[in-house]
């Protein structure tokens, strides 16, 4: 099932003009109406995590918490849902009275067209969409959390404390899935990953000016960590296991195991 209708998707034209220097990257309507165009054009292996998502949660989810109603169900968060393309991509997976969703961003645009695609597509199921910053939310118990593209858009020094509350709200034989752009320790091998990047963006059709224009629309906004980094944080915050299970160019998602 397509998130949403094609035809509704703008195609990404936002650093077409030169932009004023200042400019800085927000999540807002005007990146809500190109995002599902944006994010696959810029992100490899985008969809290839998100077609991963639901096959680890048929292995972790396992119906450990209590719904509404009192029946068992797997509760799963969404953080930084965006227009909720993860949240899709598991209730396709599960039977409405199976799943409880919970899909969160901070950005009021997003949440307010992610809750209307998932409402049209699974309008049988638990999803919750609800607007608010990550780092101000007390999670419930869950069986699966998903950070898709989201923890490098905190300031670094708030990162632990969200993993710390996504720690506790876990179960036994839960999973945190954390996808994330990196940077590489080493200065040549960064400086390589950094232009296949961006010759990769070349190929999806981003011009020079497209390219420039959004890493200084994003310096500052969108703040990388070296993969040793995320794996010593997941470390310090408890998880005794955690694996890197994919990688494409400096893009890299990470399994945490409780
Ligand atoms: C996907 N996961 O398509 N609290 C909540 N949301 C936040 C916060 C915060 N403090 N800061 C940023 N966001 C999605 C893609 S996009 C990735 C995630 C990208 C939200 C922000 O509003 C945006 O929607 C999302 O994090 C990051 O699977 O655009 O590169």
């Known amino acids: 099932m397509s998130q949403s209708n094609p035809a509704t998707i703008k195609h990404d034209t936002l650093f077409t003009t030169p932009l004023d220097k200042a400019a800085r990257f927000s999540f807002d309507e005007q990146v809500v109406a190109c995002f599902p165009d944006m994010i ?36 799963v968060y969404d953080l930084g849902c965006s227009l909720g393309a993860a949240s899709m991509a598991l209730a396709g997976e599960f ?10 961003d901070i950005s009021p645009a997003m949440t307010t ?8 597509n699974y309008p049988e199921h638990d999803i ?6 990550i780092r101000d ?15 490098q858009f905190l300031p670094a020094a708030d990162r ?10 876990l179960s036994e034989g839960g999973i945190l899935v ?6 590489a320790f ?6 390589w990953l950094v232009e296949r990047y961006y010759d990769f963006k070349r190929a999806n059709g981003y011009t020079e000016m497209e390219i420039s224009g959004k890493r200084n629309a994003l310096e500052n906004v969108l703040i990388t960590d070296t993969l040793d980094g995320h794996h010593q944080r997941l470390d310090e915050v408890g998880f005794a296991r955690h694996l890197t299970w994919f990688q494409f160019l400096n893009f890299v998602s990470i399994v945490a195991f409780k």
């Open 113 to 120: 067209k992610a809750a209307t695609v998932l409402n049209d």
């Open 160 to 169: 632990v404390a969200v993993l710390e509350n996504i720690y506790n709200a």
């Open 186 to 191: 080493d200065e040549q091998y960064d400086a």
């Open 137 to 151: 939310v007390t999670l419930e118990p869950c069986d699966m959390v998903i950070l898709n593209l989201t923890l």
């Open 40 to 75: 696959r054009r810029s992100v490899p292996g985008y969809g290839q995590v998100l077609a991963m998502l639901p096959i680890f949660a048929r292995r972790h989810c396992k119906y450990r918490q209590q719904g509404d109603d009192g029946r068992r169900v797997s509760r």
């Open 95 to 104: 039977a409405p009275q199976d799943l409880q969703i919970k899909a969160i």
């Open 128 to 133: 919750e969409v609800v607007t608010a910053d």
């Open 178 to 183: 954390l996808t994330e752009k990196t940077h």
